[in-house]
Each structure stands twice: as C-alpha cells, then as structure tokens.
C-alpha cells in the first residue's frame, strides 16, 4: 500500500548501507515536472561540521523509505549530484525551472494566488520503494483561498493536489483553477482528493 | 595591551569563527524541494525514469 508523505519528514533522514553504515543524510527531494516522479535526493554529510556532497542519491537506487531512515545497498548507490538532478529533466519545453520550489506562490490558471509552499507532498510505493510521485502541495493560504472562511483563514496550512504535469517558472507554481475545490487540510484524506481531481482534469472516459 | 589581552581576543576571534562555521554549515545542509529543469530531455542521467 503506498503512503503520502511531507517532504519535510524526510529531510535530514540519514541514509543507511543494509550493512548498517551511515553514509550521508537527506539534503534536496529532486522531482520531474513531467508527472513529478521523484528523481532522486541531493546529500549532506552526517555531523556538525559536514557540508553539502557531491553526491547524489537516485531513487531507483533507494532500497527503502521509512520514517527514519532512507535504505541502500550500499555506499556504491551513491553517483554525482549532476546526474541525479539531470534523470528530472522535463521532456517538455518549458516546463520546470531547475529551483526550489518551497517559498514559490501558487497561482490558478484563472490567475488567482492560492498562498505560499511551504511543503511538497508525495506519494511512496508500497514498501518505500517502487514509483514515488509528488501529488500535492502544502501552502500556507492566502486570503482568496477561502473568502468565507469556510477552509480556514489566511496562513491556514492547506494541501492543494497537483495534475499529472506540473507547471513551474521560476517564482510561481501554477495549477489548474479546479485544484481550489479538492483543497483539503486533512494528508489522510487528500490521496482521495489527488485521485478525484485528476480523474475530473482527465474527464469521462 | 597584556598578554592575557590578546590571548582572549584571540580565543574570542576562534570561538566566533566556530560558530559562523557551523552556522554556515547548517545552513549548506538545509533542505529544499527542486523541481527538473525544462525541456532538457528524457530523464537524462543514470537512474532517470528513462533509465531501465
């Protein structure tokens, strides 16, 4: 059964040989604009004194996703940065910026500013293993989110779901205007919300 | 200035020289989401979704 997941629970996780060896920890979630598979992580070192790796860790190359480690066979898992944030390259032109996505506003199609991201949702296969894919966004809302105040004021956390291609330029994060009515504040239920707002954004079949 | 002067001057020099460091250090490691650049091509590098 696959999980949804805050990007923030895995930042900072160390990443663990299956001999036991704590080899470097979780810096960056890089993911593909194109469906927004999870490409793979950019590293840190373990330690205080420990700066970013020229590593990179590829998820295909991930053994397994828990809550408090990320697993690999081993130290040998581990290829150059530049490659794994090259396997997210979108195939279409103009889509994705190479950025960071965190602090970037998230606008409709209709122009109106949903709020701030301050967390990227994804979805991990069964095991912490097979396909991992962003879904959803969580924003800090901003004021026309919700004008009745019926899903909270502004600042409220909310988790907008994401279509299969994701939008992004270098300042803003855009989704279809339809994402506004499966908003929801609740991560267990929003694997319910993605599902159902993609199946409405492909239509009847 | 006496010698103990410049020797804590000194020590105050390295404990904030440590600290920026490690402060900087911990800001280096701080995570974010990065999303693919455009256009670039089809999950270029090993292990992209491409990748058998």
């Known amino acids: ?205 | 200035m006496q010698w103990w002067g410049w020797l804590i001057v000194a020590v105050v020099v390295i404990v904030v020289l440590a600290v920026a460091f490690v402060a900087i250090q911990a800001r280096r490691r701080k995570g974010g989401v990065i999303v693919g650049k455009p256009g670039s091509g089809p999950g270029a590098g090993p292990g992209g979704r491409g990748a058998a």
């Open chain 1, 1 to 205: 059964m696959s999980r949804l997941m805050r990007t923030s629970e895995i930042a900072s996780l160390p990443v663990v040989t299956l001999a036991g060896d704590d080899v470097a920890q979780v810096k960056d979630l890089v993911f593909s604009a194109d469906g927004g598979a999870v490409a793979g992580f950019t590293l840190a070192g373990r330690g205080l004194l420990a700066g970013p790796l020229k590593q990179g860790l590829a998820w295909p190359k991930v053994v397994g996703l828990g809550p408090d480690a990320v697993m690999v066979a081993d130290e040998e898992s581990l290829e150059p940065r530049d490659e794994v944030i090259a396997a997210a390259a979108s195939t279409v032109e103009g889509v994705g910026s190479g950025g960071n996505v965190l602090g970037d506003r998230v606008l409709t199609d209709s122009g109106t500013d949903l709020g701030k991201v301050v967390d990227v949702v994804i979805d991990v296969g069964p095991g912490g293993a097979g396909q991992c894919d962003v879904v959803g966004y969580e924003i800090e809302a901003s004021e026309a989110l919700s004008p009745a105040g019926s899903k909270g004021g502004k600042g409220t956390r909310m988790l907008v779901p994401l279509p299969d291609t994701i939008s992004v330029s270098k300042e803003h994060v855009m989704v279809p205007a339809a994402a506004r009515d499966f908003v929801t504040q609740d991560l267990a239920g929003f694997g319910a919300s993605v599902q159902q707002f993609r199946d409405q954004l492909r239509g009847p079949a």
